[in-house]
Every structure is written in C-alpha cells, then in structure tokens.
C-alpha cells in the first residue's frame, strides 16, 4: 500500500465490518438473530459500518455491534465477506459471529429499532439478499461450536 492520500482520485474500495449477531432466546432457549433498521435506507439489515483509518476490521465491527445495537458480543468465526457497489464505489464488508453477552437497545437517529429472530425469519425480514447468506453461515459455525 501507498502513504495516504497517494492513490489520488482513484475509487478505493470502502472497508466496513460488522457481525451476524445471535443470542439464546431468553424465553425459549432458541437461536435469535439480531436485524437493525436505518431509517435512512429503510432497510433490515447485519449491524455493521465504516472502519475507522487504521482501525483493526474485528475491532470495528465489535464497535458497529455496540453503536447499533447497544450489546457487546463476542466474536468467533469470520464469515464470508460481502463485497457490493454503495453509491457507485466498491464496498467490502467482513462479518463475524458472534454472541450477544450483555446490554440494551436504545433507538439512535442511524438505528430506529432492532428485533431478534429465529433464523428463518431473519432470512425473510433482510431487505437484501446478499445478506440472507450469512444466515447459513453463521448457522454452520454456532452448530458446530
């Protein structure tokens, strides 16, 4: 890699990470998936975000959880990265899984509302079907755990 700012005007590739975050149903014991919504796309969605420079990827998608969703998680496997155009610049994101251990949800203006679900309707619920793939992924890595 170049110093910064030695690549110009040229589109670089914007790095952004986040989790497939999942839970025990505190009621039925069950796998729950957490989905956020942003107001600004109206969509459901992983929790996930820009990396700050230099920012360690897992680091900041532990930071996107905790934003977005007010609970920290600890992360295990790495899941497949998407890589996708976003307002005609290329776009990676790296997911891991991990496990929702503590907190509370509090609506911000970037995450109006949260819910957790099981797999199948967290599948259904995602507005994109790109990520409606990591719901087998993060399957095969809590199920093999």
């Known amino acids: 890699m170049g110093s910064p700012g ?3 005007h040229r589109t670089l590739t914007v790095q ?3 989790c497939v975050l999942w ?7 069950e796998l729950e998936l957490c989905l ?5 796309y109206d969509d459901w969605s992983w929790p996930k975000g820009k990396l700050k420079r230099g920012e360690d990827a897992l680091a900041g998608a532990l930071r996107e959880v905790a ?3 007010g609970h920290t998680a600890v992360p295990a496997a790495e899941l497949p990265s998407a890589h996708y155009l976003a307002a005609g610049r290329p776009k990676r994101v790296r997911y891991w899984a991990a496990e929702a251990v503590a907190g509370a949800f509090t609506p911000t203006d970037e995450v109006d509302r949260i819910l957790w679900l099981p797999p199948e309707a967290a599948r259904l619920r995602l507005t994109e079907p790109r990520d409606a793939d990591l719901v087998d992924a993060l399957l095969a890595t809590v199920h093999t755990t």
């Open 23 to 29: 839970r025990r149903s505190p009621v039925t014991g």
């Open 16 to 18: 952004a990470a986040g």
């Open 67 to 69: 934003e977005e969703t």
């Open 36 to 40: 956020v919504h942003r107001p600004k």
């Open 6 to 8: 030695s690549a110009g």
